[in-house]
């Protein structure tokens, strides 16, 4: 029999207190106000032969220099094993804690700093090393607060569906029967002939319970970034603000713990539902140059969303009943996997050497750059970057937490992962409930389908993939065989 479950939760805010960078989009963006609080929020299990701490934070990513650094300082605090931390994100776009722009420092490295967009940057702006100074101490009081609270309690766990997440990738028919795709395309073009892939509507949850039966919190697995507000300079935990109160409303204040699921051609905006009223919108969308506002109520979306969720919470909490548990299976593995890197020909390095050099030309310090000129560069400088890279090493490795609750199965990877690939494993695994976490533990940018790398458009080109769809079948027959192992 599984030895006794101890459950520790700890939330802290991570709201800036000075004007920051915003990070999530192509162009720079500095803060205007705060719209509401951003958080992170820490998951500790334990029973005596294993252990996990789940953190997750309204954020795009979770900064490399942040969990290295938190992992340093919590290790072998009352027993607490930091490999075993699984860090993830919910991925708004209208958070911060991350360097300024990789192509934006390319562009400065390349063409100097007064050539490149100038921007008015307050004098009181939170500056990098600062920011993450502020980020690393209250990741670590929220997984300490989650690790020293541990008490005896019991876990469910439940599958369930909520609306969330839509295709955000769109195919236009092009003469010989031939296609292509669009991230944000304009639905309502004649040329329009459906959605590249699927939409995934599952909602997972793992439920915490007290010594007293009572339910103390739950983990909720959407497979869509809380991108709702995502265009705008203002800080967000977008969708999940909502989600939040909804469930609070339902079940009163329980502890929340946000996952992203695997989601990378999703978005929580019907595309279909709004092209007719955002045709010039969608093109500026698709850019990701500047700000956009777009003709709907993001307040009513994020509010819908939220309340969709909250449902599938509740259903699933009935569900999970019958499963709840003081002993639950409880295993984590923490696995170094390899995966191939998605490689540049020569030529292509060679094209966009001189693509950088043109544009480049064409700008002075009395003839500045725009964000619209910086985001061109985006392209040819990934691919320098990428040629760089393949030749250091053929392979991207990444670590990965394989874990076992009761009769569900987690899985995690660092790649904004399609969702067709999570689909697979939860069809093939042997587990009743697969739970893919994306953009955990690192950052490994897109991991397309072939059918998108066929289709071409921004998340399914190289320069913002390291792995391509020979990689993502290989991390599927990964993590099938990885989780399964777990019932043996």
Known sequence: MSSQIKIGWGSVSITPDKTVRVHGQLYERISSYVHDPVTVTALALCNGDEQCVFLSGDLPTINPDISKRVQEIVNGRDGLDASKIVFSATHTHNSTYAPRLPH?????????????????????????????????????????????????????????????????????????????????????????????????????????????????????????????????????????????????????????????????????????????????????????????????????????????????????????????????????????????????????????????????AEFSPSNRMTDNDLVRLFQPLGIIERWKLQNESPTMSFQSSIIRIGDAAINTTPFELFVEYAIRMRARARADQVISFQITNGRGLYLPTRIAVEGGSYSSKPVSNLVGPEGGDMLVEIMVTEMDKLWD
């Not at 921007?119 to 690393?136: H, N, R, S, T, W």
């Not at 959605?195 to 010594?211: N, P, R, W």
């Not at 939040?244 to 539902?273: E, M, T």
């Not at 956009?292 to 909250?310: K, L, P, S, Y």
């Open 104 to 360: 934006v420092t390319g562009a400065i490295d390349i063409a100097g700093p007064d050539v490149v967009p100038l921007k008015e940057v307050p004098d009181d702006i939170l500056g990098y090393d600062e920011a993450i100074d502020f980020a690393v101490e209250r990741f670590v009081e929220a997984i300490l607060d989650a690790w020293t609270s541990r008490k005896p309690g019991a876990l469910s766990w439940a599958s369930d569906y909520a609306v969330v997440g839509f295709n955000r990738r769109p195919r236009f028919g092009r003469p010989g029967g031939e296609a292509e795709s669009m991230m944000y395309g304009t639905c309502s073009r004649p040329d329009f002939i459906g959605l590249e892939g699927t939409s995934d509507h599952t909602a997972d949850m793992i439920y915490t319970f007290d010594d007293k039966g009572a339910l103390s919190g739950v983990l909720v697995a959407i497979p869509c970034p809380s991108q709702v507000m995502e265009l705008h300079r203002f800080i967000t935990a977008d969708y999940w603000c909502y989600a939040r109160d909804a469930i609070w409303s339902k079940f009163g204040n329980i502890n929340i713990l946000p996952i992203c699921g695997a989601a990378g051609d999703q978005n929580p905006i019907d595309l279909v539902r709004i092209s007719k009223n955002n045709v010039e919108e969608l093109k500026a969308w698709n850019a990701q140059a500047g700000e956009v506002f777009r003709n709907f109520d993001m307040t009513e979306e994020c509010e819908g969303i939220g309340d969709r969720i909250a449902e599938a919470v509740g259903r699933g909490y009935k569900k999970s009943l019958r499963h709840r548990t003081a002993r639950p299976v409880f295993k984590h593995v923490v696995k170094t996997v390899g995966l191939p890197i998605r490689t540049v020909e020569e030529s292509v390095y060679l094209e966009a050497e001189e693509t950088i050099k043109s544009i480049v």
